[in-house]
């Protein structure tokens, strides 16, 4: 029983994390057709500027998680403007935009040694103590992760469904030349998607650095997972992440319990690539069936 | 003669550099109902894409109540009022009935008379407000058509640009379409409709155009057409 309720702790904490982390990825390729490889340095982003907020400007934590995602907000942006507002149009962009966000990503990751220096840093966006569960002690953070990860895809999925904003958003992401043709500027939604996307990232990032370490690779290895997620969900299918992220943690969770921590980034590759072969339009996803 | 809403000067536009359209000019004058007919691949779609902002000009000059609309973007020209129903990837297939509506009212103009314009759809395309809160995608393809006027409908706009709307249909449902279109001209709406077929034209249409090859071959009154048996013949199939 304890071994379950322990498995069942950790995975919620991973899911909620990834699928803060994965939902950014997943409307930024749905809306866009942009694979955004700077997706884990605007993890790390998050994560320091939180760090220097706490620590280095002493405002209190929830400031410190808002200045964390407007700065993510602002380097979303910044893809935009200085970068994929260029390119959109072009028949080439998917491959332009992959390039370019992989070269940002470099940069910005340097950056960051740069002012931060290498050695890993404590994230103090964090809660102590805990409670039990039986025999399993469940920190506080863990449920502050879950409680914040789970507040944000409430209010993204409302703001999806029910704003206008949210609406022209999945229009584009549906169909661009018809989202023109009601009026909707393109340009800007695509500017709105990576700033959220970007915020999301660095909430994501604060929530992981605080029960790993702080380090400018820290996003490397969720943005994978972030990956391997959208492509499980199909790619751009924003629900479809969100459980299969849930899924992947607890997945993770378990395989680390069972066979040891190095065997779960293997194995969910694997499940891509038996997703790849045997649902290429992943699991969530549709294949495209029009009717006449 | 009512006054040209919408003039399109000797405009040359395609692809890739290659030519579709080779220096049309035509007018559509407030209130009316104008019909370019011609064979499928001649420029039929791409002309209504030009003037919609999808497709940039070569060369030539389009104007909405006298002011230049070429080279704005498309966004912006659907906010000047010029509304375009496509032909093909008609709704949001993800969404709801009434959330595709909704985005036809994305404009803030639109947005002041939102639920009023809804009703008006709705009583015009009764099928819709049966079909509410169902997702676009399992509509059928008369439906989905429907739809698509709709939400053409809610943004309100000062011309119509309507592509091919019987293409794929039973000829019930054309029927129906046909008979929503003469309902909007009845309502004093100016209408830009293409088709492949003239067999619509007397009864809706105040002028028709013949589209061959990217050039304007023959215009006149729909009356007339039917005096052409050898247009007909020749570029219709009779």
Same mark, same amino acid.
């Given at each position: 029983m304890d071994t379950a309720v322990q498995?069942?702790?950790?995975?919620?904490?991973?899911?909620?994390?990834?699928?803060?982390?994965?939902?950014? %990825?997943?409307?930024? /390729?749905?809306?866009?057709?942009? %694979?955004?490889?700077?997706?884990?340095?605007?993890?790390?982003?998050?994560? !320091?500027?939180?760090?220097?907020?706490?620590?280095? /400007?002493? %405002?209190?934590?929830?400031?410190?998680?808002?200045?964390?995602?407007?700065?993510?907000?602002?380097?979303?942006?910044?893809? !935009?403007?200085?970068a994929a507002r260029f390119m959109f149009r072009n028949e080439a962009f998917e491959n332009n935009i992959f390039i370019v966000t992989?070269?940002?990503?470099?940069?910005?990751? @340097?950056?960051?040694?740069?002012?931060?220096?290498? #050695?890993?840093? $404590?994230?103090?966006?964090?809660?102590?103590?805990?409670?039990?569960?039986?025999?399993? #002690? =469940? +920190?506080w953070q863990n449920v502050l992760i879950v409680v914040v990860s789970v507040a944000v895809m409430v209010v993204m999925a409302q703001f999806l469904a029910k704003t206008r904003m949210g609406r022209a958003i999945r229009a584009t992401a549906q169909n661009r030349d018809a989202a023109l043709l009601m009026g909707v500027p393109i340009g800007a939604v695509f500017a709105q998607v990576l700033a959220i996307a970007g915020s999301l990232a660095a909430l994501s990032g604060v929530l992981l650095s605080s029960i790993t370490t702080l380090s400018p690779q820290v996003g490397f290895d969720p943005m994978l997972k972030a990956f391997i997620i959208c492509v499980i969900a199909g790619l751009g299918n924003v629900i479809g992440a969100l459980y299969a992220a849930?899924?992947?943690?607890?997945?993770?969770? $378990?395989?680390?319990?069972?066979?040891? *921590?190095?065997?779960?980034? +293997?194995?969910?590759?694997?499940? *891509?690539?038996?997703?790849?072969?045997?649902? +290429? #339009?992943? =699991?969530f996803g549709k294949k495209q069936v029009t009717r006449l | 003669?009512?006054?040209?809403?919408?003039?399109?000067? @000797?405009?040359? $536009?395609? #692809?890739?550099?290659?030519? =579709?359209?080779?220096? *049309?000019?035509?007018?559509?004058?407030?209130?009316?109902?104008?019909?370019?007919?011609? +064979? @499928?691949?001649?420029?039929?779609?791409?002309?209504?894409?030009?003037?919609?902002?999808? =497709?940039?000009?070569?060369?030539? &000059?389009?104007?909405?109540?006298?002011?230049?609309?070429?080279?704005?973007? $498309?966004?912006?020209?659907?906010?000047?009022?010029?509304?375009?129903?496509?032909?093909?990837?008609?709704?949001?297939?993800?969404?709801?009935?009434?959330? @595709?509506?909704?985005? &036809?009212? !994305?404009?803030?103009?639109?947005?002041?008379?939102i639920r009023r314009n809804i009703e008006e759809v709705f009583d015009l395309l009764p099928r819709l407000a049966e079909r509410r809160g169902q997702t676009a995608s399992t509509l059928s393809g008369g439906e989905r058509r429907m739809l698509a006027i709709g939400r053409g409908l809610m943004a309100g706009g000062r011309i119509l640009l309507v592509d091919e709307p019987s293409l794929g249909l039973a000829p019930i449902v054309i029927e129906q379409i046909y008979g929503i279109l003469t309902d909007l001209k009845a309502n004093g709406r100016t209408i830009l409709l293409v088709e492949e077929s003239a067999a619509r034209a007397t009864e809706i249409a105040d002028r028709v155009h013949l589209l061959d090859d990217g050039r304007m071959i023959w215009s006149g009154m729909p009356a007339d057409l039917l005096k052409r048996p050898e247009i007909l013949e020749t570029y219709l199939g009779g």
């Open positions: 498995i069942v702790v950790s995975g919620l904490t991973l899911g909620a994390m990834y699928a803060v982390g994965t939902i950014g %990825l997943s409307l930024v /390729w749905g809306a866009l057709r942009m %694979l955004n490889m700077a997706h884990g340095v605007l993890i790390a982003i998050g994560g !320091y500027f939180s760090y220097q907020a706490i620590d280095g /400007w002493g %405002l209190p934590m929830p400031v410190a998680l808002l200045v964390a995602m407007l700065a993510g907000a602002a380097m979303g942006a910044l893809i !935009y403007f200085c992989f070269g940002l990503a470099i940069a910005l990751e @340097n950056g960051i040694l740069k002012v931060f220096g290498g #050695y890993p840093l $404590a994230q103090p966006f964090s809660l102590d103590g805990g409670f039990r569960i039986g025999g399993v #002690y =469940v +920190p849930f899924a992947m943690g607890l997945f993770e969770a $378990a395989i680390q319990f069972f066979l040891g *921590v190095r065997f779960a980034l +293997p194995l969910m590759l694997l499940i *891509v690539i038996a997703a790849l072969i045997w649902r +290429p #339009y992943g =699991v | 003669m009512a006054e040209a809403l919408l003039e399109l000067e @000797n405009i040359v $536009a395609g #692809y890739h550099n290659q030519p =579709v359209l080779k220096g *049309v000019s035509l007018d559509v004058a407030e209130g009316s109902v104008v019909m370019v007919i011609g +064979p @499928n691949g001649h420029g039929k779609t791409t002309l209504l894409r030009c003037v919609s902002g999808l =497709v940039s000009l070569s060369s030539g &000059g389009i104007r909405l109540a006298g002011t230049r609309i070429d080279g704005k973007r $498309a966004d912006r020209i659907v906010s000047d009022g010029v509304i375009h129903i496509p032909q093909s990837d008609l709704p949001f297939q993800d969404m709801s009935v009434i959330d @595709n509506l909704m985005m &036809g009212a !994305y404009l803030t103009r639109a947005r002041a008379d």
